[in-house]
């Protein structure tokens, strides 16, 4: 090893479990499973038919193997589809969530207690397969701003539901977005009303507790005319030497001049040095700009995961809309990542940005893939593509694979691509200034992540920076 | 000639890198506020004794010690050695993107402030340490908002590593080939630089190929690093010497020591 490889090893502080009474329903998939899932959660019969549907399509569906990374098989009849720690239905306060509970997400730094709230930001706090706390709901409702789990929209707003979801994912998109409709859980609902900009972040965190069992969240967000929502969400599990399976989908929802912002800091358990557990993040994120002048941006900074494969994109649909990708992907020890986006541009004037920026560090393998496609009504689309490479170590790999698909000859397409080492030369001059082997591969990581940092909403920008301060510790001595 | 105290003693200082033994034995001793420079032809070991010096982690040091302040340097980490005053301007500066050179030189010197127990500058203090500083050496702060080195040309390199140094304030200062690839103009301006942080509680060690930039910064001592070792010791007319003769009629006197 050398002294840069050295570096990487800094236990994961998310690890622990949370000793709770849970109910978990018995592993394997079936119809009797969803019908279980969707009678837990008191839903129509709407929703459960949505959900049997997908099923049934699900089980005529393979499980694509063509992104750059390797695992072995997933017996989907090993995994428990539900999990939900103990405790009385239906909550009237917060003061009745179980004190394990919150204190779990306190030691996560997610305080949901009345008197501890974040300023600024409304928390859903999201336990294995449901969700245990949403801060700040009566506040947002003076707003007609609607935040809560998907299930209680589900009860409370199915027309809105209804009209919604599956409409940018739809039941059938791919494998792991059918399954996820058959057998999803929680996750949160946003509806901002017609000219409301949202008065504080929303946040969702999200956290594995249970052994064998997968999460497979849904969120739904919905921007009405001339608003704007700014959403964050976050993550954690357990360091176990199984796998586990997470695959989520997201559904984004941006009509006239709305605008939403979706952050997202991935730091799900990535396994051990050898590769050994870690989740599987195999995830369905999509917005649809479907109002003229509206704008959907994704930024993500992914640290987690022993795999990540996931696209968060933008179907640019209103004349003059705009998608934005602003990520950071980060592998170590034995991680892999193919993430990027994509941008599918169908109105006329419709720009999309995208800035990647991956670091591999240990035998980490990272992948950018992106999609642009100019689609042939999309007069004067325009795109900017940046993807970066920073590799520490050399037993580490980055791979670029962009698409292009220009069917419209007005499109302006730009496409930037870099890769760069940190080296021992490198480290050594900002060590030869005073700096310690830490802050000199911390700066110099900030550094190449900035263009995407600052994207991030203020509170949440210190918590990346230090996240990946913590994923790359070690790697370099 | 009255002499200052001793602040670096390197002796019988053997190093090798990847395998290959570079330096076979150098002794030199440099006292307070003394400017050396070490001369010597490609391959003599010049800059790996300035990179020994400073710790970088390819160079292994077989035998030999190196005392710096009564300290043994060769067993401080390279940010230990930073701190304690030991300054190395590199040949070839790295690019740090995304941060401002500002930035990095205020992290840099916040990180020696708390060695010596002084409290942290924040940004606008810093910027009036730096004013003062550019003033003192006839600068201007048009390189201060750029991203480290980057996109920097030559001598707007090397300038900025005088300029690292003159708010680092180190005791030892290490330049090597500071005057590679400087035109005359550039030569003259970081010179200048340097003779402006000569003083009594400093000391420079200038690593050159060529004799050029000792005709504006006067050195106290002139050695000859030939083969991994100094064979030759003087004053500044050394350096003329070699100028006129060339490193040749040394390494043949290398061959029958």
Not at chain 1, 141 to 149: D, R
Not at chain 1, 225 to 238: F, M, N, R, T, W
Not at chain 1, 342 to 359: E, F, Q, Y
Not at chain 1, 395 to 423: L, Q, W
Request: hydrophobic fraction near 40%; glycine fraction near 8%.
């Amino acid at each position: 090893m050398t002294s840069i490889e050295a570096h990487v090893q800094q236990p994961y502080k998310y690890g622990f479990v949370t000793d709770i009474e849970s109910e978990v329903v018995p592993a394997g998939l079936s119809e009797d499973v969803i019908r279980l899932i969707s009678g837990k959660k008191g839903e129509p019969e709407w929703m459960l038919d949505w959900r049997l549907k997908a099923y049934r399509n699900w089980l005529k569906m393979q499980e694509p193997h063509w992104p750059n990374v390797k695992y072995g098989p997933i017996d989907y009849q090993a995994i428990s589809y539900y999990a939900a720690p103990k405790q009385q239905p239906k909550l009237d306060s917060l003061d009745q969530v179980d004190p394990k509970l919150v204190a779990t997400f306190e030691k996560l730094g997610i305080p949901i207690e009345e008197q501890k709230r974040l300023t600024g930001v409304a928390v859903d706090a999201v336990f294995d397969s449901v969700s245990v706390a949403t801060t700040f709901q009566a506040e947002l409702a003076k707003y007609g701003v609607i935040f809560c789990p998907i299930s209680q929209a589900i009860r409370e707003h199915p027309d809105l539901v209804q009209q919604y979801i599956g409409t940018v994912v739809p039941y059938n998109d791919n494998f792991f977005a059918a399954l996820n409709s058959a057998v999803f859980t929680d996750g949160s609902f946003v509806y901002v009303p017609n000219g409301v900009r949202c008065p504080l972040e929303l946040s969702t965190y999200f956290r594995i507790n249970a052994s064998s069992t997968g999460q497979f969240e849904r969120t739904l967000i919905i921007a009405e005319e001339g608003s704007y929502v700014s959403y964050l969400e976050g993550c954690s599990a357990p360091m176990r030497d199984e796998n586990q399976l997470h695959a989520a989908v997201v559904e984004l929802v941006a009509l006239d001049r709305a605008t939403i912002k979706y952050s997202t800091i991935q730091n799900w358990y990535p396994g051990d040095e050898e590769g050994r557990g870690g989740i599987y993040n195999f995830v369905t994120k999509r917005g649809k700009c479907a109002g003229t002048n509206s704008k959907i941006s994704w930024t993500q900074v992914e640290t987690g995961s022993a795999i990540t494969w996931k696209y968060p994109g933008c179907i640019l649909q209103g004349d003059n809309s705009i998608g934005e990708f602003y990520s950071v992907a980060v592998t170590s020890h034995r991680q892999q990542a193919d993430t990027g986006t994509k941008m599918i541009h169908l109105g006329k004037n419709t720009r999309s940005t995208i800035v990647s920026k991956g670091i591999s560090a240990g035998r980490g393998q990272n992948t950018y893939r992106g999609l642009v496609k100019i689609m042939k009504g999309a007069e004067g689309a325009r795109n900017y593509s940046q993807c970066d490479s920073m590799l520490i170590g050399d037993k580490c790999g980055a791979h670029t694979f962009p698409y292009i698909d220009v069917r419209n000859s007005t499109a302006i397409m730009e496409h930037e691509a870099s890769t760069s080492k940190i080296g021992e030369d490198q480290i050594f001059y900002l060590r030869q200034r005073g700096l310690s082997a830490e802050d000199a591969v911390s700066m110099i990581v900030n550094g190449f992540c900035k263009e995407v940092f600052k994207e991030l909403p203020m509170e949440f920008a210190v918590e990346a920076t230090r996240l990946l301060g913590i994923s790359l510790e070690g790697s370099v001595g | 000639m009255k002499k200052g105290k001793a602040l670096l003693e390197v002796k019988g200082l053997r190093v090798a890198v990847a395998g290959n033994e570079i330096l076979k034995g150098v002794d030199l001793t440099i006292r307070d506020g003394e400017v050396h420079a070490i001369m010597g032809p490609n391959g003599s070991g010049k800059s790996t004794l300035a990179q020994v010096l400073a710790g970088h982690p390819a160079y292994t040091v077989l035998a030999g010690t190196a005392q710096y302040e009564g300290k043994d340097l060769l067993d401080m980490k390279p940010e230990e050695r930073a701190r304690a005053g030991v300054f190395l301007a590199f040949q070839y500066p790295v690019e740090v993107r995304g941060i401002t050179n500002s930035y990095f030189l205020r992290s840099a010197l916040n990180a020696l402030r708390r060695e010596r127990g002084e409290p942290e500058l924040d940004p606008i203090d810093f910027l009036q340490v730096l004013e003062a500083k550019l003033k003192s050496i006839g600068w201007d702060d048009s390189m201060m908002n750029r991203p480290v080195n980057e996109g920097f040309s030559g001598g707007e390199k090397k300038r900025n590593e005088i300029l690292q140094l003159a708010v680092l304030e180190p005791r030892l200062a290490i330049l090597d080939e500071t005057d590679s690839g400087l035109d005359i103009d550039a030569l003259r301006t970081v010179a200048e630089a340097v003779n402006q942080l000569r003083n009594p509680k400093r000391a420079f060690l200038i690593v050159t190929h060529y004799q050029r930039l000792l005709n504006y910064i006067t050195p106290d001592v002139v050695h000859v690093l030939a083969d991994g070792r100094i064979v030759r010791s003087g004053g500044p007319e050394l350096a003329q010497e070699l100028e006129a003769k060339g490193y040749d009629w040394l390494r043949d006197g290398v061959m029958v020591s």
